[in-house]
């Protein structure tokens, strides 16, 4: 398999370790490696990259860090990430075709937010393009309810009544 396509596969942080480990043996056995990392290093150009911001509207405190996932035409689907407002995150990929391709972003939906990611749709990635998006999560407040339209009718008619009972008390 080309080193390319197994790289653009791991997450930024594997392929940090795989440049590393990649380095280090060019310095144990430089004379048949070091050829063979420079050619990773002149390959790396043709590939794009694609970062996403998260922003939280209504959020109070500290929320969890929601799961993307990367789709693009004629390459398929890119490992999920984590990515929260403090924590940006993003995918390097390899073989992008030279006309570019079409990614989209997508969001793991919960109950707790309403998801905005219409600015991680139809991403134009270019070879050796640097592609950001920012998906924006509105926190839903759930309201409890307890009582429907005729309790609550009822609730406000019965405080009108003390109300009025005591104020008929005191100009009495």
Not at 11 to 20: A, N
Not at 65 to 85: M, P, R, Y
Not at 121 to 133: F, H, I, K, Q, Y
């Amino acid at each position: 398999m080309h080193i390319k396509k197994v790289m653009s596969h791991l997450p930024r942080y594997c392929q940090k370790v795989v440049y590393v480990f990649l380095l280090l043996v060019a310095l144990v056995m430089p004379q048949t490696t070091l050829a063979q990392l420079k050619g990773l290093g002149e390959a790396l150009p043709d590939a794009a990259e694609v970062l996403v911001y998260k922003k939280w509207v209504g959020a109070t405190g500290d929320e969890a860090a929601v799961a993307v996932l990367l789709s693009c035409q004629g390459l398929g689907e890119f490992h999920q990430l984590k990515i929260n407002e403090d924590k940006p995150d993003g995918w390097l990929i390899g073989d992008v075709p030279v006309d570019g391709t079409y990614c989209s972003v997508f969001e793991a939906v919960r109950d707790s937010f309403i998801p905005d990611d219409s600015d991680c749709r139809d991403l134009l990635v270019l070879p050796g393009s640097s592609v950001e998006c920012t998906m924006v999560n509105t926190k839903r407040v759930k309201r409890i309810e307890m009582l429907n339209r005729y309790g609550m009718v009822m609730m406000i008619a019965f405080i009108l009544g003390a109300g009025l009972a005591a104020v008929h008390r005191q100009l009495s």
